[in-house]
Every structure is written in C-alpha cells, then in structure tokens.
C-alpha cells in the first residue's frame, strides 16, 4: 500500500489524447505514451490516468481499464529505463458504488495501481453519511485488494463535498491515505492537518495555483493538471516548499500564474489539448469551436503563458 510520504512532488493529471476512429473518437496511445516520455522526463514524481483534466467522464468502462492498464505499464517501464521509480494513480471514481467498486476492482486486478483516485459524489450529491458510507466500502475493498485510496474533493465540479469532520473520520482507515484537495478551503484543512495522521494521511494539492499554500499547511505536492504542459516547473514548485526555501517557492507560484490561467481559462482541459495538439471528444470542443469572445480569451492567455522564456528558481542543469 501506498505511504503518504510517496505523494510527495508534482503528479500529473494527465490528458488523454484522443484521434478518430471511423466516425468516432478514440484514445491515441501513441501519443499517450509520448506525453507519459515528455513528463517522467522533466522528472515529475507521479502521474494520474484518468482523472477530470483525463476525461473520465467520457471514457467507457472498457477504456477506462484499457487506458489505466496501458498506461501504467508504460509509465513504470519508461521510469525503469531512466533508473527511478514513479507513482502511477489511476481515476476509479464514480457517484454509484456498486460502479466505483467494480472499476476499483478491474483496474486494480489489471495493473496494481500504486492508489485509486475516487471523487465525490457528483449528481446525486450524497448526505455527509453517505459519502462516508461510500467511501469506507471503497477502502474496504482496497485493503482487500492490497492498493490505497486517494479521496477527491472538488465541490466545484460535483456539487459534493466531504466536511472537514467527515474527512477526520475516513482519515483514520488504514487504506484511505491522501486527499487530492480541490475546495480552495485553506482553513479546512488546517482543522484537517490538525485531526490527522501526518504519517497516515497526506494533504495533496488540487488547485494548481495554491500549491505552496497547501504545502504551507502540512501539504505534500500537487496533482496538476497544468503540469501537463509544465511539469519540470511544478516539480521544481514542490522541491522548493519541501526543503522549506518558502519564498523562492512563493516566487516561482507567482510566475506560473499564467500558465495555470491559460489552462483554466476555459474549461479544463480544452487548453491543454490546444498547447499539446492532441484531440479530444465531445462534449469537450477544441479552442477553435468556441464562440468569438471564448475563443479568443483562450488564445490569448495561452499565447502570453507560451511567451514566458524562463521561470525563476529553476532546476539546476544536470551534470
């Protein structure tokens, strides 16, 4: 099972790039496999298949197996060839549990993933007892499986949201070892921090922009969807707070404000797939199908991140 302190770093929310298939969109591994080369080779600490910035959503069962499978084989083989290791996190989540159970269950009987992502009840927006009833069955079932669980709390996109009071209680299984944090609620999880289990339970960033805000706090990194595009700069973000230089990391946070606004300037990850020129499938459009005023903000915040030429505190160079 997963230890908290192995979520340190920057652990990207990876895309997945899509191509036509006949009449219809399907997932491009070739270039899932190039972008899996492009972040381990900026030496992010971990990557995720599957999340929201993945396009879960639109993913059949069947492919969201395929894509984790594939994926993480790939990632720990490229990680072997460099001489390192990498976390490899896959996206099982759902609002039924009967289905996050069953995706939990495939996934993990097919890869070993290092943890399992699982969001908040989107939709049906469950009661505070149901959420926990939720997701100790999901733990459970890890346990059993010998994986870990990473809770997601983004309320912004569910409409759900885990209490600091109920996240206390999930804190204490023993297969429930992180939160991927995407409330904005910094004052939560300082009660969160205070409740809990350092070494048990790990605080990991969701929102791109307060990475060292969370770190602040007790945090271990990030999971980012703009480290896509990014990922040595976030990597170097999370280095920083870790060694404690917290103004060199409140300084480089400053200077990725623009990447994170292009990325998010219209609905994640439809910036992503224009900076990285891989399709995607609809609902999600590409850039260039949004109406005027839409599209040209887009292009226009992503032209100004794309001009930055360097970032402060950077890596040293390899020897």
Request: aromatic share 4%; glycine share 8%; charged share 20%.
């Amino acid at each position: 099972m997963l230890k908290p302190e192995q979520l340190r770093g920057a652990h990207v929310a990876l895309v997945t790039p899509m191509k036509p298939v006949g009449a219809l969109m399907g997932i491009d591994f070739d270039k899932v496999y190039t972008l899996i080369d492009r972040v381990l080779d900026a030496g992010v600490a971990g990557v995720l298949f599957a999340g929201t910035t993945g396009q879960s959503a639109t993913l059949s069962h069947d492919e969201q197996v395929d894509l984790c499978t594939r994926g993480i084989e790939y990632a720990r083989g490229r990680a072997a060839d460099l001489g390192r290791k990498v976390v490899c996190l896959a996206s099982a989540g759902s609002n039924s549990t009967d289905e996050a159970l069953h995706l939990s269950e495939r996934i993990t009987r097919a890869i070993q993933p290092d943890a399992l992502l699982h969001v908040t009840g989107y939709y049906n927006n469950p009661p505070q007892e149901g959420l926990r009833a939720h997701f100790t069955e999901v733990g459970d079932l890890a346990q059993r499986l010998g994986t870990s669980v990473i809770l997601y709390n983004i309320p912004g996109r569910t409409g759900s949201r885990i209490e600091p009071a109920t996240m206390i209680r999930l804190a204490a299984h023993p297969a429930i070892v992180a939160v991927k944090d995407a409330t904005g609620d910094l004052a939560s999880l300082d009660t969160i921090r205070a409740e809990t289990d350092p070494d048990a339970f790990a605080l990991v960033s969701g929102e791109d922009h307060l990475v060292v805000e969370v770190m602040r706090r007790g945090g271990v990194g990030v999971i980012s969807a703009s480290a896509n595009r990014w990922p040595a700069e976030f990597q170097r973000l999370t280095e920083l707070a870790t060694s404690g230089d917290w103004d060199a990391a409140a300084e480089l946070q400053a200077a990725l404000q623009p990447c994170v606004d292009a990325v998010f300037g219209v609905k994640n990850p439809i910036p992503l797939h224009h900076m990285l020129g891989v399709g995607m499938r609809r609902p999600l459009i590409p850039v260039e199908e949004l109406d005027p005023p839409n599209r040209d903000r887009a292009l226009e915040l992503i032209k100004k991140a794309e001009a930055i030429q360097g970032f402060p505190h950077a890596a040293p160079a390899a020897v």
